[in-house]
């Protein structure tokens, strides 16, 4: 079955630490996002990449970093630098304009 | 002004209710609009796309006005597994010619028995 597929769903990390959130995909989709939703909010852009080797800061990058080697992977990166990093982390991807993006079952990151 | 807006409820209907979400986006060179839903603790689920000349799925309805860049769903008959949050998602391409997905902070619904 296509789809998408994050791991780990629920993830616990110490302060200081950097932490690798997984994203893959077998839709053979081009594009693919990273978004943060904090309770009561809406889903805001962290990284987005369109094609392999090439990707784009979002509205809330920084701390974060992603890397595009391949076309099904999208992995997110959590760094000390992020200061409140606690949330639900939402990967996506997505084919043409029209069709809107479809979501992985996020992961949800707790600094302990 | 906020890209997209949306009222945040919640919305609390009785079954078998008509109820209306409303939202507004602010940029003119939107090009696809959406609904999603999503569930207490769970993942955005595409609901519908929204088309100028409007479009209707079962008991859902989606209606887009480029003029005044407002969208509407309407649910006819609410089910109790209507329950959860409706988000309106605006999407546009970025100067560099990227597409990107924009979405409201949601309406929450609650279907009371």
């Known amino acids: 079955d296509g789809g998408i597929t994050q791991s780990p769903k629920y993830l616990f990390r110490k302060e200081g630490q950097n932490v690798t959130l997984s994203c893959e995909q077998n839709?053979?989709?081009?594009?693919m996002y990273w978004y943060r939703q904090d309770p009561g909010q809406g889903l805001r852009l962290i990284y987005y990449?369109?094609?392999?080797?090439?990707?784009q800061k979002g509205d809330i990058a920084e701390g974060y970093s992603v890397s595009r080697e391949k076309k099904e992977s999208f992995p997110l990166t959590v760094t000390s630098a992020q200061k409140n990093p606690t949330a639900f982390y939402l990967c996506?991807?997505?084919?043409?304009?029209?069709?809107?993006?479809?979501f992985g079952q996020g992961t949800r990151l707790t600094v302990v | 002004r906020k890209e997209v807006e949306q009222d945040p409820g919640p919305f609390n209907v009785p079954e078998g209710a008509t109820v209306a979400f409303n939202c507004t986006y602010s940029?003119?060179?939107?090009?696809?609009f959406f609904w999603y839903r999503q569930d207490c603790r769970k993942e955005p689920k595409l609901l519908m796309s929204?088309?100028?000349s409007g479009n209707e799925d079962g008991r859902f309805t989606a209606q887009l006005n480029r003029a005044s860049q407002y969208i509407s769903l309407l649910i006819r008959d609410s089910k109790l597994s209507d329950s959860a949050t409706y988000l309106c998602?605006?999407?546009?391409?970025?100067?560099?010619?990227?597409?990107?997905?924009?979405f409201g902070k949601g309406t929450k619904l609650s279907v009371i028995p």
């Open positions: 996506a991807s997505s084919i043409e304009r029209e069709n809107g993006a479809f």
């Open positions: 839709l053979n989709h081009d594009a």
């Open positions: 990449s369109q094609i392999v080797n090439d990707f």
């Open positions: 940029n003119s060179a939107s090009q696809s």
């Open positions: 929204v088309y100028s």
């Open positions: 998602v605006v999407a546009s391409y970025s100067g560099a010619g990227s597409y990107q997905l924009t």
